[in-house]
């Protein structure tokens, strides 16, 4: 397949965000190499959504490590943003954006539309596809198992963070600071930062903050510099403070 579809807003989904958040460009440009290579393997002969390449060789074409490559690999399929079975890596959300105007081949346009036929369940959340069937590659009871696990951790962690936060963002944060092995926040200082940064704006404001922390390697959260937005309110953090 010589191309597929690319969302030009791409880079403001909640999980690529979070990888950009961990890892930069490199783990944002890592994301779109490796769903180009298994874009380009999809051919009338073989359409698994499979990833050839191993470790090795992406460090080779990338420059990075073979240790960061494992690395980021491993936190791209923990976001569910390619899914991994026996050592092998895929992308099977990648079938569902494949249509006959990507190609002129008859026989691909004919394996397209046999697809789009077939039955493919889907387990609705974020968007994600945790369970189907393409050709022989199978997602297994494993992945669906821990899948529905980082649903549910998720949602645990939704509770403990009040109204107004970009969890998001705060999470990718919280990460950030484990993965430069910063000492852990206290329960107090974690209440303190989330009630100050819904003080200074909206989503948008707040990942912009985290997102020029982590950027520049700095340790805190600090205002926008010679930007003024229109501060959200605190009532909703008291009130959940309060509910504790």
């Known amino acids: 397949m010589k191309w597929f579809k690319h969302d030009s807003n791409a880079h403001r989904d909640a999980k690529l965000k ?6 930069g460009m490199e783990g944002y440009g890592l994301y779109w190499y490796c769903l180009e290579e298994i874009a380009n393997q999809v051919s009338t002969e073989k359409y698994t959504f499979e990833l050839e390449h191993d470790a090795e060789i992406i460090a080779f074409d990338s420059g990075m490590s073979v240790t960061k490559v494992e690395e980021i690999m491993k936190k791209m ?18 079938a569902k954006r494949i249509d006959q105007s990507m190609t002129g081949n008859r026989q691909m346009r004919k394996i397209i539309t046999s697809y789009k036929n077939q039955e493919v369940k889907v387990k609705n959340h974020d968007s994600d596809m945790t369970e189907s069937r393409v050709g022989h590659v199978i997602v297994s009871p494993e992945e669906k198992r821990r ?45 303190k930062q989330m009630k100050w940064l819904i003080e200074q704006g909206d ?33 909703d953090f008291k009130e959940w403070v309060e509910g504790m």
């Open 18 to 23: 979070r990888l950009i958040m961990a890892y």
């Open 77 to 94: 399929v923990d976001l569910n943003l390619f899914q991994s079975s026996n050592g092998i890596v895929t992308c099977l959300k990648l």
């Open 147 to 191: 899948e529905e696990k980082r649903i549910d951790e998720k949602r645990k962690e939704e509770k403990k963070t009040p109204v107004g936060l970009n969890v998001d963002a705060w999470n990718g944060y919280l990460e950030f600071r484990k993965r430069i092995k910063l000492k852990k926040l206290t329960k107090a200082s974690c209440q």
């Open 203 to 235: 989503f948008e404001v707040q990942a912009q903050i985290i997102d020029n922390s982590i950027r520049n390697g700095w340790q805190g959260l600090f205002s926008l510099k010679k930007q003024h937005f229109k501060t959200g309110t605190a009532s």
